[in-house]
């Protein structure tokens, strides 16, 4: 494959041409079929106009991380087809706001959070929500998401829950640390995971930096911003 221009000198179309040709390439070099991944353009920090030219390129998932930035968004393009990935940390307080706009929820991860997404009236018409557990592959142990030894209990207790549908598990790799090693423990994780809840086998994973690495391990689900949007403007 001859991939014609390079990361950084084109517009938002060849960017995405960019991104999307690299997710191809990794695929095809892990033997993985395409259609089991699925691209998360991550729009923080970028106005609704934005994601509308990313729609009129064929994109339909759009990551936000911030309930306040997000649920502006949302508004303004209400009858669109975006569907919202929220992926940021959520507080509880946050949580029923949230899930009343979001499809997917990546970052549950601890049982209080999980209680409040399941709350029979925060999705009263919609389906359920399809939520990853965030899983923390850092050592501090005060960062998001639950430590890995924990995140099997989790996923039956959240499996246990009305309202909810576990998709799998979520992670962002460390900083100062080979991705690809921080990826395996993610993928030995969801393998732990899906003794307990087979169908739950989704692997969010991969950002502008780490993609190829998430998909050789095993993501289904990159969240990728600045490789796609460009340099952020200044959050407003
Ligand atoms: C911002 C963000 C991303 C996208 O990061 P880029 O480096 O811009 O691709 C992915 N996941 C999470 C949780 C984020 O907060």
């Known amino acids: 494959m001859t991939t014609i221009q390079r990361e950084g000198e084109t517009d938002l179309a060849g960017r995405l041409a960019f991104v999307r040709a690299g997710i191809a390439e990794a695929a095809a070099a892990n033997s993985r079929p395409l259609d089991e991944i ?4 991550v729009t923080k920090f970028h106005p609704a106009g934005l994601v509308r030219e990313l729609m009129d390129l064929g994109v339909t998932d759009f990551g936000e991380s911030r309930h306040q930035e ?3 968004k949302v508004a303004e393009l209400a009858g669109t ?10 507080q509880g307080k946050k949580a029923k706001q949230v899930a009343a706009y979001a499809s ?3 970052s549950l991860d601890r049982p209080s959070l999980a209680d409040l997404l399941s709350a029979a009236d925060v999705r009263p018409t919609a389906g359920p929500t399809d939520v990853f557990l965030q899983v923390n592959l ?9 430590v890995p030894g924990g995140a099997r209990e989790l996923a039956e207790y959240v499996e246990a829950l009305p309202g909810l549908r576990l998709r799998g598990v979520m992670g962002v790799a460390p900083l ?3 991705p690809r090693f921080a990826f395996e423990r ?11 809840v087979p ?12 993609y190829s690495e998430a998909i050789a391990e095993g993501a289904t689900h990159l969240r990728i911003g600045s490789a796609i949007t460009g340099i952020r403007a200044v959050a407003g």
């Not at 699925?38 to 353009?41: F, N, S």
Request: aromatic share 4%; proline share 2%.
């Open 70 to 72: 997000a649920r502006e």
């Open 38 to 41: 699925t691209l998360i353009v």
């Open 138 to 146: 850092t050592d501090d142990t005060g960062r998001g998401g639950v």
């Open 176 to 178: 100062g640390e080979e």
């Open 81 to 90: 087809p975006a569907a919202w990935h929220f992926i940021g940390q959520l």
């Open 199 to 210: 169908r739950a086998s989704a692997i969010s994973a991969g950002m502008s930096h780490d």
């Open 186 to 196: 993610l993928r030995a994780v969801s393998e732990l995971v899906t003794q307990s």
């Open 104 to 106: 997917v929820i990546h």
